[in-house]
């Protein structure tokens, strides 16, 4: 199951709002794959956000909502969208081959993303 489909509609419109006001402040890959990124909340707090889009229910963020739980909330979306459309363009512009499963993930985020 892709990321996005565990999130709750509404962690995911909430998610795209924060990536879209670039609230994704760093996002950096891992070696393992995973990556680990900051987002900004509405009061001005700093979440720290495990992203792992292979094994969805392995990502985290320190926020109330997720902390500790198997919960995928607007910021883990939010850094997923910024990871998802950075890995678009790099596929635009190198034609990288990608697995199946990752770009059946990008393409509706990117078609959502407009
Ligand atoms: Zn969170």
Redesign the pocket.
């Known amino acids: 199951m892709a990321l996005i489909d565990m999130a709750s509609s509404k962690s995911v419109w909430r998610g795209m709002e924060y990536y879209k006001q670039n609230k994704v402040n760093s996002c950096e890959p891992k070696a393992d794959g995973t990556y680990e990124g900051t ?1 900004t ?1 509405n009061v001005g707090d700093v ?1 720290h ?1 495990h992203l792992d889009m292979e094994h969805p229910k392995k990502s985290n ?3 109330p ?3 500790g739980r198997k919960v995928i ?4 979306v939010a850094v997923s969208m910024h990871v998802a459309s950075s890995e678009a363009d790099r596929f635009k512009n190198e034609k990288t081959i990608y697995g199946s499963a990752f770009l059946n993930y990008v393409q509706p985020v990117t078609i959502l993303l407009g």
């Open positions: 987002v909340g979440y956000v963020c320190d926020c909502m997720a902390n909330c607007k910021h883990i």
